[in-house]
């Protein structure tokens, strides 16, 4: 889960977002055209505006530094303390601190009615109760549940609204808490998509369109909406990078790469003045080194893993080497992606943990349970393809024990992320154990292994971006299968992992091996063809031997 940094001081954030807004006013031509009207101060109406368009591209921190400078621009502007409360809520990545959007509202008015009666106005009214409603008491999926019913009567009597709108529609996207369900997205889309052609530069509705849209089914019907996000909001580095959420999603890898090669160069553009060094770890480097991997670019993804890496070991937090548990995230499933997607079995960073000669391994601590289990698949999987059975069975008793302390700490903490994050870890164990079986001559044993893997995998949400699943088990199967001379399976097994994740380079160049194996050379040489386009000639070398 994000956590929720210490804020500076009012006036120093106000000082800040009135430097870059001379006279108040708003950069729209940056972060997109938005429009709530308000009875706030004049003069607190351009870092007002600046605080919405951050907040509908989920700049959360920035946006509520806006929020701020308009409170201190106007200690009364009751839509001010609204905006940066809504900053603490994010929806789609399931995720609330509650406790710290009552302290904003808090500093409104101790009680809703004080606050209310700080709303000159009907309408800000009805936003200020349907955000109470948000944070109000009770738990979390309830709260959610009763704002989305906020939001859709404020929406009724505004249907004109795009503000409405996009607040109404991203609510529902916060009632999926067990993952996408296309019901509920459909939903949203259709509000969003009716808005829209009104309001074609509002950054909200374009950003929740490529949400609605965020999976290999529906993604190109977010097409439109990811070309143009990008040109709306060019100074919202979450925006640049959103769009490539559709381009994974066909498989458009040199879009995937453009998008986040902006979206980098935007986040640490905005770090320099502030004396930070470039970031090199994150979301978005994480999906720029999948690109990079999917066009074959090894060099290019090995240098954004080097430099996180040392990053994670430069970074603060409190684990048994100094390592901040976010960047260690982010470093080990970059790590898992290059080893992985670039069959880069013999590479130095696949032992231990990455090293050189003047910095000290950096150390997984126990309590990452999550990180844990990737190292240890990422460890075991290579360990299989070298045809070493001793470091494969070691991974794997690893893998157990991790996914023993990743369900303790989802039964004492639980979250909307905690029950898909400890099936990944029953489906990458089975995966091993059935690699396992292949090296020891069980090759039936370890078919059932991986369709085991594959049907726990399919009856998971879709999930968006990079594969949720390390070395999706479709992919696995369908290797296994080829090794067996069972090609029209193996060709089955390719075209459901491809419907998954579409475009994928692994699945593309199995399904042409299955096809050849069949007997269907027309389509293995089409796909031959579409390949080399992707990415220059591949080396696929068989499964290693078993070694003793």
Known sequence: MRRFPVRATIAALSVAFLSSSPGGASRAAELGAVSFPNSGAEEA??????????LHSFEYEEAAEAFRAAQWLDPGFAMAYWGEALTYNH???LEQNAEAARAVLARLGATPPERLAKAPTEREQEWLRAVETLFGAGEKHERDRLYEESMAGLLRNHPADPEAAAFAALAILGTAHQGRDFATYMKAAAIVEEAYRSHPRHPGLLHYQIHCYDDPIHAPLGLRAARAYAEVAPGAPHAQHMTSHIFVGLGM????????????????????????????CGHYNFWLLYGYAQQGRGEKAREILEACRLEAQDSPGTAALDVDRSNLHSFLGMRARYLIDLEAWDDAARSGIARNDTAPEIVIPRESAPERVTFDFTEGLVAARRGDRDTLAAARARLSVDRRDLAAHVE??????????????AILELELEGLAARLAGNPATAIAKLEEAVRKEEALPLMFGPPFIDKPSHELLGELLLEQGRGRDAMAA???ALARTPGRVAALSGLARACEQAGDSKRAAELKERLLALRPPRRDPPLAPATR
Do not use: M
């Open 45 to 54: 109406q351009g870092v007002f505006l600046d605080g919405l368009a951050l």
């Open 91 to 93: 929806p789609v990545w």
């Open 253 to 280: 890898w040199d879009d995937v790469v453009t998008a986040n090669e902006i979206a980098t160069g935007a986040v640490n553009r905005k770090r320099a003045p502030l004396g930070h060094g470039t970031r090199r």
């Open 412 to 425: 004492s903490q639980p979250d909307d992320d905690g029950p898909a994050t400890l099936e990944r870890a």
């Open 494 to 496: 390719y075209e459901k």
